[in-house]
């Protein structure tokens, strides 16, 4: 016999999702803080990024839309990108990013520019503080 769960409880679980997901965004900034103050541009870009993907699984654990469909993007940028207009111009954001970030990660990009660095931390940090702002408003499909 299938286990019942609740409206209540499946909303309580998403949100519990949600603050994880944006707990670890918080963390993950504050590395990215430090190491754009220690000049180590390529792990604070890496750490802003990490930060902008859990900002995103928020946004996604958190999505009426998403978990009513079936089929789902495995990137989490393309995902996001059908949470909401707001969260699709985010996406188009940070996927621009990837591309730098893989290159610095894997070796072929010894060290991002620290403009481009400082860049992506402020705006994985705009990204988090208006996702908290909103707290889940918009999510209701």
Known sequence: MGDVISATTKFSTRQLKRERFLASARDLLDSARKEMAAGAFDLALEYAYRGALRVAGACIADSVVLARRKRLPSSAWERLALVGEAEKEWAQTFSGFSRL????????????P???AEEVVELAAEFLAETEGSAGLGQVA
């Open 114 to 116: 620290a403009g481009v």
């Open 101 to 112: 970030r893989s290159r610095v990660m894997s070796g072929i990009e010894k060290v991002p």
